[in-house]
């Protein structure tokens, strides 16, 4: 079974940091990217970042580059989210899921920053 559990959110005032993680099983990670995404309340879920694990690289959306860095450690199945920075219009349920993929989408984690 396909299961990507997202952690490490929580409630940060503006200007500080958080790191989210992403553990990953139930599929060959070295295969495929995996992206970071969100979605605040009202709105529909939007990518954040993703990181290639065949190849190493890296995307960011506009909004988050300079901010956020996304890293991947494959012998643990496992990848980060670093958010510094952090901004109150960055508040929302993360998600982590391999790109594309329709299934293996979890909880999320709960990030909220306030002014």
């Known amino acids: 079974e396909v299961q990507l559990q997202a952690s490490g959110g929580g409630l940060v005032q503006a200007g500080g940091s958080l790191r989210l993680s992403c553990a990953a099983s139930?599929?060959?990670?070295?295969?495929?990217?995996i992206g970071w995404f969100r979605q605040a309340p009202g709105k529909e879920r939007e990518g954040v970042s993703c990181?290639?694990?065949?190849?190493?690289?890296?995307y960011y959306e506009d909004s988050v580059r300079g901010r956020f860095t996304i890293s991947s450690d494959s012998a643990k199945s496992t990848v980060f989210l670093q958010m510094n920075s952090l901004k109150p219009e960055d508040t929302a349920v993360y998600y982590c899921?391999?790109?594309?993929?329709?299934?293996?989408w979890g909880a999320g984690t709960q990030v909220t920053v306030s002014s």
């Open positions: 899921n391999r790109v594309g993929a329709r299934d293996g």
């Open positions: 139930g599929f060959t990670f070295d295969d495929y990217t």
């Open positions: 990181i290639s694990n065949s190849d190493g690289s890296r």
